[in-house]
């Protein structure tokens, strides 16, 4: 977080976080699994929702990204303040 500037950058693992193109349920327990996930979406969304609404600029990243990317994004972010 860059707290001075109001940015928030969080990196999702694409696991975790239901990445539309890697993520993927386990071949086990798939009960569990999907009502965990599906909870760990609803919990970013949300998250990312309060920030917002708190004044604060969500950048969210994926784990696959490139790096040069997400740098990218960050510093547009970081930019809007000059």
């Known amino acids: 977080?860059?707290?001075?500037?109001?940015?928030?950058?969080?990196?999702?693992?694409?696991?975790?976080?239901g990445c539309p193109v890697?993520?993927?349920l386990p071949g086990t327990n798939r009960?569990?699994?999907t009502a965990k996930l599906r909870r760990n979406v609803e919990r970013d969304?949300?998250?990312?929702r309060v920030l917002q609404?708190?004044?604060?600029?969500?950048?969210?990243?994926?784990?696959?990204?490139?790096?040069?990317?997400?740098v990218e994004r960050v510093t547009a972010a970081l930019d809007r303040l000059a």
């Open 53 to 70: 609404a708190s004044g604060w600029v969500v950048v969210r990243v994926w784990e696959h990204e490139v790096p040069e990317s997400a």
């Open 31 to 33: 009960t569990y699994w």
């Open 1 to 17: 977080m860059f707290t001075r500037a109001k940015v928030a950058v969080f990196i999702d693992g694409c696991f975790w976080h």
């Open 22 to 24: 890697h993520g993927r």
């Open 45 to 48: 969304e949300e998250t990312t």
